[in-house]
């Protein structure tokens, strides 16, 4: 599986954005999939992540209530919609998929259980 994230770009404080996150050279459909962000000179954060069922997701503390994860496996595709902007949202943001774990989660899981990563797309909040 590919992945490629798209949707980012320039947006003032308090705006939106729709990340998405296209797959290719297979399906998505039991793959959890989820969302880093990491800003230069800094380590890559976790953002939100969903099952492959869409039933199950976990965000962190500093977008939750602000962004949702979704995917429509359909499609092929992940999303993350991102309201109330803010300057600290700014880097770049990468969808990864998780086909080997669990699908509950109580605390941000571990990037290395994440070995299908896109190319990052910028997110850059102007104050």
């Known amino acids: 599986v590919q992945l490629q994230a798209s949707g980012g770009g320039l947006v003032q404080t308090g705006g939106s954005l729709r990340l998405s996150c296209a797959a290719s050279k297979g399906d998505i459909r039991y793959i959890s999939m989820a969302w880093f962000r990491q800003v230069p000179g800094k380590e890559r954060e976790f953002v939100a992540v969903?099952?492959?069922?869409?039933?199950?997701?976990f965000y962190a503390d500093s977008v939750k209530g602000r962004f949702t994860i979704s995917r429509d496996n359909a499609k092929n595709t992940a999303y993350l919609q991102m309201n109330s902007l803010k300057p600290e949202d700014t880097a770049v943001y990468y969808c990864?998929?998780?086909?080997?774990?669990?699908?509950?989660?109580?605390?941000?899981?571990?990037?290395?259980?994440?070995?299908?990563w896109g190319q990052g797309t910028q997110v850059t909040v102007s104050s």
């Open positions: 990864a998929g998780d086909d080997s774990h669990g699908s509950i989660w109580y605390q941000p899981p571990p990037q290395r259980h994440f070995t299908i």
């Open positions: 969903i099952a492959w069922s869409g039933h199950n997701n």
